[in-house]
């Protein structure tokens, strides 16, 4: 979606809101696709002194399946989103990703919006922030409880465990 902005781009202090739903549900972050429901995108571009300034709050709730015990949860996502909008780049090699280029007079939300949606979400997906994942031999969720595993002692104390079996 193109938002016109050719009215303010001379005019100091002019704004032009927008708001704007998207569908990420094919965006694909680590196999999984957590983004099923439609993002949604409320904001504005104001010139702040000559500057184009794009200011936006996205949400939505992410589907995501824990990275460490497996287990679906939802999670609100929000993010307080700000940019700058340039007519031209002064220097394409040290472009970073808070600047977005104008096409014509107007600025590409698609753009502007799936970039800083995807450079702000999470690498891992993690249930609580103090999940206790699986057990490694029997794939119980620790989260629910222990499992009845005993312990392996470690190949490199074994030594020291012969010494105490030989004590008794």
Not at 68 to 75: G, K, L, V, Y
Not at 76 to 96: K, W
Request: glycine content about 6%; some cysteine.
């Amino acid at each position: 979606m193109l938002l016109e902005l050719g009215k303010i781009i001379d005019q100091p202090g002019g704004v032009v809101p927008f708001s704007c739903e998207m569908d990420f549900s094919e965006l694909d972050f680590g196999g999984s696709r957590p983004a099923s429901e439609p993002v949604l995108a409320v904001g504005q571009v104001r010139n702040e002194a000559g500057v184009l300034v794009f200011t936006a709050a996205v949400d939505t709730v992410l589907h995501c399946v824990c990275d460490r015990c497996a287990s679906p949860f939802d999670r609100p996502f929000h993010l307080d989103a700000e940019a700058i909008l340039v007519q031209e780049l002064m220097d394409e090699q040290n472009e970073d990703d808070r600047t977005f280029l104008l096409q014509g007079d107007a600025a590409d939300l698609d753009e502007i919006i799936t970039t800083v949606f995807v450079l702000n979400m999470d690498s891992k997906f993690l249930c609580r922030e103090d999940c206790k994942g699986l057990c490694a031999a029997c794939g119980k969720n620790l989260n629910d409880g222990p499992c009845s595993c005993k312990a392996e002692p470690d190949p490199r104390l074994a030594v020291l465990a012969q010494l105490l079996k030989d004590k008794e």
